[in-house]
């Protein structure tokens, strides 16, 4: 299908400190890749990169064939890049509707002129943003909540609501931030299952930080593994699994000789 982001020698530093080094990554369209790696490792920094909370310091990034270097996180926004966060971050006196209209907000059209005059155009586009919120409402699995307070929904609920809301806005890629922290077992099945029905049924390329490796293991196409802002490992699940730097990095120095990743 072809590479949608590419980053070439990214390098992010805080002062002394290196998050990111010279990564090089790809992930190609329509596909699930995960990344993978100890706390500390760059994982949630090479994110903030990707959608601009931080501007790189080396190094190039191209989505779609685009440069997103030096791009604000809304142009990033708008041209297909959505993510989610480790700690829910819902607008909790809104309800899910509302939650899912401001998410379409980078895809909308009419200025706030129309809004004020209540122009044809605006309403129309009002209307359709309406039935949209109620289609995604639905194909997240909360049908019939959309005037619930997002605060009132359930764990999991939350979790679904906030990737509705990313959702919204059309993205060619999804990032998710640990979607499965804090979930039961049911949830984190229910949840995997529903990450596969976002690429499977979207056609979404997603990208995943994830530290369950039930769930890195059973969803990931490719897998890329962090030590120190450094790439040490990228492959398919059984090749990550059972190399030998992996598992140092998990399970610490001399345990690589005879251990795999626990995934059961």
Request: charged share 25%; glycine share 10%.
């Amino acid at each position: 299908m072809g590479t949608l982001l590419e980053a070439n020698k990214m390098t992010k530093r805080f002062g002394g400190l290196v998050a990111v080094s010279e990564l090089t990554f790809s992930i190609e369209r329509e596909s699930i890749v995960s990344i993978i790696g100890p706390n500390g490792a760059g994982k949630t920094t090479f994110f903030n990169c990707i959608t601009g909370f931080y501007e790189i310091d080396e190094g190039t990034v191209f989505f779609d064939g685009q440069s997103i270097v030096g791009k604000t996180t809304d142009q990033i926004t708008k041209l297909g890049i959505a993510r989610t966060y480790q700690n829910i971050r819902l607008f909790s006196n809104m309800s899910t509707f509302e939650n899912i209209l401001v998410g379409m907000e980078p895809q909308l059209k009419s200025t706030w002129l129309g809004a004020l005059f209540g122009t044809r155009n605006t309403r129309k586009e009002e209307k359709e943003a309406a039935i949209e919120a109620d289609r995604l409402l639905e194909f997240v699995g909360l049908r019939g909540k959309g005037d619930v307070l997002a605060r009132n929904l359930p764990y999991g609920d939350q979790r679904r609501l906030e990737i509705g809301r990313a959702l919204a806005g059309k993205p060619k890629l999804l990032l998710l931030d640990e979607p499965t922290a804090g979930m039961n077992p049911r949830e984190t099945a229910e949840t995997t299952e529903f990450i596969k029905r976002l690429r499977d049924d979207l056609g979404t390329t997603i990208l995943l930080i994830e530290h369950d490796m039930r769930v890195v293991m059973g969803i990931s196409e490719d897998i890329t593994v962090l030590d120190y802002g450094k790439q040490i490992a990228k492959g398919k699940p059984a090749e990550i699994q059972s190399n030998p730097e992996v598992i140092e990095a998990y399970l610490g120095r001399g345990a690589a000789a005879s251990a795999t990743i626990e995934v059961s």
